[in-house]
């Protein structure tokens, strides 16, 4: 059974940084995709950034570029999102979500077998 337990969320002042970790229990080999996926209230999921394991090929959606990065430590088997100059408007729900076999990464939320609870990110102006 796969578990992915995310931690690193919070309450920040604009322009602050935080790092989002979800290390996959249960994986004995790396995964193919990971994803971090975000959720504000009243809005739709959307995805914040993937990498695909084997290339260490990444997206990110537009309004994050410069100013996330996401990276993988493949011995941990651990995703992390390191966010800087954070905006009020990144404030959400982030969920980290996993795809294994895959052969490219999807932008799709549903498309993700297995996900994580989510941690709260907070970012006041």
């Known amino acids: 059974q796969v578990q992915l337990v995310e931690s690193g969320g919070g309450s920040v002042q604009a322009g602050g940084s935080l790092r989002l970790s979800c290390p996959a229990y249960g994986y004995t080999y790396m995964t193919d995709c990971m994803a971090w996926f975000r959720q504000a209230p009243g809005k739709e999921r959307e995805v914040v950034a993937y990498?695909?394991?084997?290339?260490?090929?990444?997206y990110y959606r537009d309004s994050v570029k410069g100013r996330f990065a996401i990276s993988q430590d493949n011995a941990k088997g651990t995703v992390y999102l390191q966010m800087n100059s954070l905006k009020p408007e990144d404030t959400a729900m982030y969920y980290c979500?996993?795809?294994?076999?895959?052969?490219?990464?999807?932008?799709?939320?549903?498309?993700?077998?297995?996900r994580g609870r989510g941690t709260q990110v907070t970012v006041s102006s």
């Open positions: 979500a996993a795809d294994r076999p895959a052969r490219t990464c999807s932008v799709n939320y549903g498309d993700y077998p297995y």
């Open positions: 990498i695909y394991s084997y290339t260490g090929v990444t």
